[in-house]
């Protein structure tokens, strides 16, 4: 292997890359009897692979793995893939998060300030599990939407009940809103979980304001009919059509006259209990008059 010419292979896209050597160095060498070599290495590869998450999480993602030669130009070497044998199978495996879906590849040319070099892209296409997502987030929010609108079955003299929920579901939707974001690339732009969430935040914050709305509409009903009330109890004036009688007037002319010594509200005179005093006798002295005049 080491007397064999071998390509300095390198990945562009690579983060870190190792060899597994456990027992011995993962290789082997072939030579055909028509002068064909065979070579192959076994060897881990973690690779960069920007994601578009504007429909997450029922989104989809390709990444790709390039391999390329580090100083061989396209006038030495050229990848390309081998179609005439099985080059590439997946191997029975599952990702707790993607389902690989299919896998593509592609050759193209490189062009650098070096020369242009030949490179080999192997594209990944995974979709995205949406099961842990459906349990954790769709779920739980939607039961909390629910549960809000519960307050508009309870009676609007229910404050505290109706406080109490409408508080308790807006603090767990923020909860589970904040705990999502945190677990999620700082992006900046909008994702689809954010709209469904945002939707179900303002729903829920919509119930505890239209508690609010009708216990103050409520508030100015009874205000309303309160002030009707009282200006109903109020005595009109005497019009001719609907005349006053004289002991329903005196009575309102009648206020007791109280000596300020006396703490039983009651008047002495010679160690004698008088009755009390008639105020503005004048007054309905006058009434008497207006009714006689009127009746004449």
């Given amino acids: ?63 790709k793995l390039e391999i390329e030669s580090y100083a061989y130009s396209v006038l030495d070497v050229i990848y390309f893939l081998n179609k005439s044998k099985e080059s590439i199978s997946r191997s029975e495996f599952e990702l707790p998060q993607f ?76 909860t589970l809103t904040t705990t999502t974001n945190a677990a999620m690339p700082k992006v900046s732009y909008v994702k689809s979980i954010d709209i469904f969430l945002g939707v179900s935040f303002l729903m829920v914050f919509s119930s505890l304001l239209e508690y609010a709305a009708v216990g103050y509409i409520s508030k100015r009903m009874k205000l309303v009919a309160k002030r009707k009330s009282a200006k109903k109890s109020v005595p009109t004036k005497a019009t001719p059509s609907s005349p006053i009688s004289f002991p329903t007037y005196l009575n309102r002319c009648y206020r007791p006259f109280y000596s300020s010594c006396d703490r039983t509200s009651n008047l002495f005179y010679d160690n004698h209990k008088k009755p009390p005093v008639l105020l503005k006798a004048v007054d309905a002295i006058a009434f008497m008059h207006m009714t006689i005049r009127r009746t004449l």
């Avoid at 390509?7 to 890359?17: G, H, I, L, R, Y």
């Avoid at 242009?116 to 192997?122: A, F, T």
């Fill in 1 to 63: 292997m080491d007397k064999l010419w071998k390509p300095d292979t390198f990945f562009p896209n690579e983060k870190k890359s190792f060899f597994h050597v456990a027992t011995t160095h993962n290789s082997f060498l072939r030579i055909d009897p028509d002068g064909t070599v065979s070579t192959s290495q076994r060897l881990t590869v973690t690779a960069t692979c920007p994601m578009k998450l504007q429909l997450f999480p029922m989104d989809s993602q390709k990444c």
């Fill in 99 to 174: 389902v690989l879906i299919d896998v593509k590849f592609t050759s193209k040319i490189e062009k650098l300030i070096s020369g242009d070099y030949s490179r080999l892209v192997c594209v990944f296409l995974f979709q995205r599990n949406i099961g842990f997502y459906i349990i954790q987030i769709y779920l739980p929010s939607i039961l909390i939407v629910v549960i809000s609108w519960v307050s508009f079955w309870l009676n609007r003299d229910a404050t505290p009940a109706r406080v109490a929920l409408g508080v308790t579901t807006v603090l767990t939707m923020t």
